[in-house]
């Protein structure tokens, strides 16, 4: 009976830092890539590396305050990010973004308030018309193409 393998998640055999992950991650595409079997493997290596390198990433519990900004100041701040964003290039007090925050509800809102509310729900004047012109066709004239 063989003895268990050991797991290969990156971020359980990594110690915890940040940089034995990102090695582990190195030396598991690096092994990927080496092995047999083609150029497929060198294409996949990254979608899987990135997902990998992504579910490691931990929020720093500093940074989440339960009475902190929630869902309704997320929206606000999202709604006006573009004059925060140009304020905060000259004003050093102005920040886009409020830490800490609740978490995921200040980021959802946040997002809403980007997407639907602020910069992305710009969205075109354009008017579409659709014309029929009715004319009695001429009768006895043929158009030939001698291409």
């Known amino acids: 009976m063989r003895a268990p393998r050991p797991?290969?998640?990156p971020c359980s055999r990594a110690g915890g830092s940040l940089e034995s992950?990102?090695?582990?991650l190195v030396a598991l595409g690096s092994r990927l890539r080496g092995s047999t079997g083609g150029r497929w493997k060198q294409r996949i290596a990254p979608l899987i590396l990135i997902p990998l390198l992504t579910a490691c990433a931990?929020?720093?519990a500093s940074g989440v305050e339960p009475t902190a900004p929630g869902f309704l100041l997320g929206l606000w701040h999202g709604f006006i990010f573009p004059v925060a964003w140009?304020?905060?290039l000259f004003v050093s007090d102005?920040?886009?973004y409020a830490v800490?925050?609740?978490g995921g509800w200040y980021d959802f809102g946040y997002f809403i308030g980007v997407v639907f509310l602020g910069v992305g729900a710009r969205s075109s004047r354009a008017v579409y018309r659709t014309r029929v012109v009715e004319r009695p066709a001429k009768r006895g004239t043929v158009i030939e193409n001698d291409r």
């Open 7 to 9: 797991s290969n998640a």
């Open 21 to 24: 992950q990102v090695t582990a």
């Open 58 to 60: 931990s929020q720093v």
């Open 86 to 88: 140009i304020l905060s």
């Open 94 to 96: 102005i920040a886009i």
């Open 100 to 102: 800490p925050n609740n």
